[in-house]
């Protein structure tokens, strides 16, 4: 089991960047890891992804181009680069591990992402 805590999410305006990190309690090697979002009254919705140690990552439609994942795994931590932020951004930020099969397993208590036109 792993727990995950979500931090550097703030308010910023438009076009700013923000850096978000989910450091886990334990180690992260044995989990492929994801960020998502959810915005008031919307689903949840997936926004990154990136595969155990050495594997690949992917970034949904809706960010490509502005958002990057990356895995320290060394410090059990895993980053989402977000650059030229939109309003359209503004949701809670989760980060998640999945051990194996479809579903993740363990999700962190999210991160409040604000960005102002």
Same mark, same amino acid.
């Given at each position: 089991q792993v727990h995950l805590v979500e931090s550097g999410g703030g308010l910023v305006q438009s076009g700013d960047s923000?850096?978000?990190?989910?450091a886990a309690s334990g180690r992260i090697d044995y989990?492929?890891?994801g960020w998502f979002r959810q915005a008031p009254g919307r689903p949840r919705e997936p926004v990154a992804s990136i595969e155990?140690? !050495?594997g690949s990552h992917y970034?949904? @439609?809706s960010? %490509? !181009?502005r958002f990057t994942i990356w895995r @320290?795994?060394? %410090?059990n931590t895993v980053y989402l680069q977000m650059n030229g932020l939109k309003p359209e951004d503004t949701a809670?930020?989760?980060c998640a591990a999945r051990d194996s099969g479809s579903q993740y397993d363990?999700?962190?208590q999210g991160t409040q992402v604000t960005v102002s036109s």
């Open positions: 923000l850096r978000l990190s989910c989990y492929a890891m155990r140690s !050495g970034v949904y @439609d960010v %490509k !181009g @320290d795994d060394g %410090k809670v930020y989760y363990y999700w962190g």
